[in-house]
């Protein structure tokens, strides 16, 4: 059974960093996409960003040029430094990882339980 735990959240004044990580357990084949989405207070999850087996990234808007993803394949672990961190930030981050269990199995989303990210002064 595979499980994703994000660690790193945390309390944090406008304008400091965090870093996030999302670390994998149980026998994975291949990891296609991993990715970072927030849901904040009253509002829907969103992607803030992605990074695909080639390494290639996409940002939200909102965080672009703040944030940077990361991915570590050996360890099947992906990160996100945040820094700059604005109230609006504030949310619970979860981890997204696209991947396949078995060489034979479809492609399958996996979700961390979720960190608290809080931005506050």
């Known amino acids: 059974q595979v499980q994703l735990v994000e660690s790193g959240g945390g309390l944090v004044q406008p304008g400091g960093s965090l870093r996030l990580s999302c670390v994998s357990s149980g026998r994975i084949f291949t990891v296609d996409d991993m990715g970072w989405y927030r849901q904040g207070p009253g509002k829907q999850r969103e992607l803030v960003a992605v990074?695909?087996?080639?390494?290639?990234?996409n940002y939200s808007e909102a965080v672009e040029g703040r944030f940077t993803i990361s991915r570590d394949d050996a360890k099947n672990t992906v990160h996100l430094q945040m820094n700059s961190l604005k109230p609006e930030d504030t949310a619970v981050y979860y981890c997204?990882?696209?991947?396949?269990?078995?060489?034979?199995?479809?492609?399958?989303?996996?979700w961390g339980q979720g960190t608290q990210v809080t931005v506050s002064s």
């Open positions: 990074i695909s087996r080639n390494h290639y990234t």
């Open positions: 997204n990882f696209k991947l396949k269990l078995y060489i034979w199995t479809n492609v399958r989303d996996y």
